[in-house]
């Protein structure tokens, strides 16, 4: 399974991006997508987890109701929507993807991981 992660940029407070992740090789391995985020002096932390049947989205607190987390089996792919974007959402943003559905807020969790894509918040 490869992941390929895109969508990152540098944006003012308050304004949007879309990040999106395309999912390639056994894709049928894949039941969670799950997202990342990791700023500079800081530990990865999770943003929000997709399974990918559709059932459940999760987020983190910080990101909730800012963020929208989405799928589309056809495409293989996961997206993040991020709005209302404030300067402590400057991180890399990693997509990654899990064989099951337990413990989705863990990263040690996720075998998969997309390249990461820089997201950078100005204030």
């Known amino acids: 399974v490869q992941l390929q992660a895109s969508g990152g940029g540098l944006v003012q407070t308050g304004c949007s991006l879309s990040l999106s992740c395309v999912v390639s090789?056994?894709?049928?391995?894949?039941?969670?997508m799950g997202w990342f985020r990791q700023a500079p002096g800081k530990e990865r932390e999770f943003v929000a987890a997709?399974?990918?049947?559709?059932?459940?989205?999760y987020y983190a607190d910080s990101v909730k109701g800012r963020f929208t987390a989405s799928g589309d089996n056809a495409k293989n792919a996961a997206y993040l929507q991020l709005n209302s974007l404030k300067p402590e959402d400057t991180a890399v943003y990693y997509c990654?993807?899990?064989?099951?559905?337990?413990?989705?807020?863990?990263?040690?969790?996720?075998?998969?991981w997309g390249q990461g894509t820089q997201v950078t918040v100005s204030s």
């Open positions: 990654a993807a899990k064989n099951n559905i337990v413990r989705l807020r863990d990263g040690v969790e996720y075998a998969y």
């Open positions: 090789g056994r894709s049928s391995n894949v039941d969670v």
């Open positions: 997709i399974v990918w049947s559709g059932t459940a989205i």
